[in-house]
């Protein structure tokens, strides 16, 4: 399973989404209820990939597609 | 019976306590089980106690609780952002809490407080000392992960969000805060 494909089945696994339901031109915040579940949702995917990231990392990244960058730059580094 | 301000006063308290226990809720909620969250939980449980001690003391004061929009807290998170990890959510809490007692300890001092309300203050501090303390020690240890100085400079970041919104509270509800707001100057 790439990093992508385990991404995508995490940020279902929290949402309770199926993970065929979550496309990566997704905008984040209407996938959630609410902020508090994307705080969830980016925090598991940390834990999941060992990575960290920062509120600064986060700035302009709206879509599940510049999500998935993110994790796949970090897991790189 | 108390006049019109200090009864807005003390129900915008109790929002608040009721806003921040949804706050503490929410983000116990996100982390994985831990000693963290095991700390935040008590903390969201002490802010849900702190809106009955409200209550409790409008009652004594002869008051049922206005109901009121928006508390402080439902600003935060669009003020400074969404929290990314641990830390962040940390320092969040820490500067929240700071607001909070400072508002609590400016109410303390100044003049004419009913008694109930001075009680109802020094019950609310006992739990928010024991606040400050477990974040100021868990962000303590999470500097050698997430570095001293980049927690510094959240804590920064943070506490200006959290200065925007106080002062938004202010200049639309300043007429009701009255001594209160002019004493913070």
């Known amino acids: ?33 609410s902020s508090f579940v994307l705080v969830e949702m980016v925090i598991e995917l940390q834990e ?3 990575v960290r990231f920062q509120q600064v990392d986060m700035n302009g990244v709206t879509t599940v597609g510049q999500l998935l960058k993110l994790i796949e730059s970090r897991v790189a580094d | 019976m108390i006049d019109s301000n200090l009864h807005w006063i003390l129900s915008f308290y109790r929002n608040s306590e009721i806003g921040g226990a949804l706050f ?12 963290i969250q095991q700390d935040m939980t008590r903390q969201f449980a002490d802010e849900a106690n702190h809106a009955r001690y409200w209550t409790d003391c409008m009652a004594s004061l002869g ?24 830390m962040e959510i940390l320092a969040i809490t820490q500067v929240f809490e ?33 606040h400050i303390r ?3 020690g868990a962000l303590k240890t999470m500097e050698s992960e997430y570095g001293a100085d980049n927690i510094r400079d959240t804590l920064k970041r943070f506490t200006a969000a959290d200065r925007e919104v106080y002062a938004r509270t202010i200049t639309e509800h ?12």
């Open chain 1, 48 to 50: 999941e990939f060992g």
């Open chain 2, 63 to 86: 008051v049922k609780p206005l109901k009121l929009e928006l508390a402080y807290q439902n600003q935060y998170l669009a003020a400074a952002g969404m929290p990314t990890n641990l």
């Open chain 1, 1 to 33: 399973m790439d990093i992508r494909e385990a991404a995508i089945r995490k940020m279902a696994e929290v949402l309770g989404h199926v993970p065929e339901s979550i496309t990566e031109d997704a905008v984040l915040t209407t996938l959630v209820s």
């Open chain 2, 174 to 185: 300043g007429d009701r805060l009255g001594e209160l707001r002019l004493a913070s100057k």
């Open chain 2, 134 to 136: 477990w974040i100021r």
């Open chain 2, 98 to 130: 700071k607001r909070v007692v400072g508002q609590y300890t400016l109410h303390s001092k100044s003049p004419n407080v009913p008694i109930e309300v001075s009680r109802t203050i020094a019950d609310i501090m006992l739990d928010e000392q024991w």
């Open chain 2, 24 to 35: 503490f809720g929410e983000l116990a909620r996100s982390l994985r089980p831990s000693a």
